[in-house]
């Protein structure tokens, strides 16, 4: 079934280390987004990419870094984790970044740093 | 600055009635808003786009409408059923910055 797959599924993670959450696609969407989810708060972009080559910031990019290498692949890295960082990500996709294109979402990733 | 408002925050509502959701935004400027659909721990599933020069998206027993003016938008859902027990999200596209804004969402019980 075509779609965003995100792995791992869920992670715990001692505060200080790398961790890269992967994001592929499989619909050959131009655009891919990171959002993080937290209670009360709600989704929040970290960064984004409108086309293969291309990444930009979000609302919330400090702590994270992203590459888009190619069309597919999207990951995200942490590159000294923080307590602060424990939240669900999903990775997002949408066919151009056209103004009325739909988002398609990934499952999430649940991390928890200690 | 955009902000997406959704109250409530939960509601819970008896098998079989009809129910409306709300969604209000502060910005009228918007190239559209969508509807999306979020089970516990799931990712979400875009159910009804509507366009800024559209008023209303059905789909199924789902209707969207939308009033750009007065910042508000509503999902309507028809004889509600179990399955429809989910939070539901409310985002609109700003003109400005382009980036996509979600509301907080609706947690929706419906009650057998």
């Known amino acids: 079934i075509a779609g965003i797959t995100q792995a791992p599924t869920s992670q715990i993670l001692a505060a200080g280390r790398r961790m890269t959450l992967r994001c592929t696609q499989d619909m050959r969407h131009n655009a891919m987004y990171w959002y993080r989810q937290d209670l009360g708060l709600g989704l929040r972009l970290i960064h984004y990419s409108n086309t293969a080559g291309t990444t930009g910031k979000g609302e919330v990019p400090d702590g994270y870094s992203v590459s888009r290498a190619n069309t597919d692949d999207f990951p995200l890295t942490l590159a000294s984790a923080v307590p602060s960082q424990t939240s669900v990500y999903f990775c997002?996709?949408?066919?151009?970044?056209?103004?009325?294109?739909?988002?398609?979402f990934g499952s999430g990733t649940q991390l928890s740093v200690l | 600055k955009q902000e997406v408002t959704q109250i409530p925050a939960a509601l819970s509502v008896p098998e079989g009635e009809n129910l409306v959701l709300n969604c209000s935004f502060t910005d009228s400027a918007i190239y559209n808003l969508q509807w999306f659909r979020q089970d516990p721990g799931k990712g979400l599933t875009s159910l009804l786009l509507?366009?800024?020069?559209?008023r209303e998206q059905t789909s199924g027993r789902l209707n969207a409408s939308l009033d750009k003016s007065s910042g508000r938008s509503t999902l309507y859902i028809a004889a509600s059923q179990p399955g429809d027990s989910a939070t539901y999200l409310c985002?609109?596209?700003?003109?400005?910055?382009?980036?996509?804004?979600f509301g907080k969402g609706t947690r929706l019980h419906i009650l057998p």
């Open positions: 997002a996709s949408s066919r151009t970044t056209g103004p009325n294109e739909k988002l398609f």
């Open positions: 985002a609109v596209r700003p003109h400005r910055d382009d980036k996509i804004i």
């Open positions: 509507i366009q800024s020069s559209q």
